[in-house]
């Protein structure tokens, strides 16, 4: 994977696991269903190990969206990315397979983080559109 360092964060918070980091990257990178793939600048920092979303804030005020690999994301198969809106502190979580939908249709404005919750499944994890 390659950085663009004006991409959105994907900011990894747990060091416990390298194989499990790996493969939430290639997950959270694939090409999606629909042929879109998330873009990503990765942040691996261990200063980062354990951080909160409040030291997260602090740490990238310019960001409006974080996208975070916790220990939660980094202990599931499905990689559930927790993702968090600076400005209000709302979050959810999206399986990193599905990271695409989320981050592409945010990045350009084609939904809003509102409407990206409103499709939540029953444990609040982002379900794409079919």
Same mark, same amino acid.
């Given at each position: 994977?390659?950085?663009?360092?004006?991409?959105?964060?994907?900011?990894?918070?747990?060091?416990?696991?390298?194989?499990?980091?790996?493969?939430?990257?290639? @997950?959270? *990178?694939?090409? +999606?269903? *629909?042929?879109?793939? @998330?873009?990503?600048?990765?942040?691996?920092?261990?200063?980062?190990? +354990?951080?909160?979303? &409040? @030291?997260?804030?602090?740490?990238?005020?310019?960001?409006?969206?974080?996208?975070?690999?916790?220990?939660?994301? *980094?202990?599931?198969?499905?990689?559930?990315?927790?993702?968090? &809106?600076?400005?209000?502190?709302?979050?959810?979580?999206?399986?990193?397979?599905?990271?695409?939908?989320?981050?592409?249709?945010?990045?350009? +404005?084609?939904?809003?983080?509102?409407? @990206?919750?409103?499709?939540?499944?029953?444990? +609040?994890?982002?379900?794409?559109?079919?």
């Amino acid at each position: 994977m390659e950085d663009d360092d004006d991409a959105p964060k994907l900011i990894r918070t747990d060091f416990s696991d390298e194989t499990s980091w790996e493969a939430l990257l290639e @997950a959270a *990178m694939a090409e +999606g269903e *629909m042929g879109y793939t @998330a873009n990503f600048s990765r942040v691996e920092d261990e200063r980062h190990d +354990g951080a909160d979303t &409040d @030291a997260l804030f602090e740490a990238f005020p310019d960001e409006a969206v974080l996208y975070v690999a916790d220990d939660h994301a *980094m202990s599931d198969q499905s990689w559930p990315i927790l993702v968090v &809106d600076t400005e209000t502190g709302a979050e959810f979580r999206v399986r990193a397979g599905d990271a695409w939908a989320v981050e592409n249709n945010l990045t350009l +404005g084609n939904m809003s983080f509102d409407e @990206a919750m409103d499709m939540l499944d029953e444990d +609040g994890v982002f379900e794409p559109p079919v």
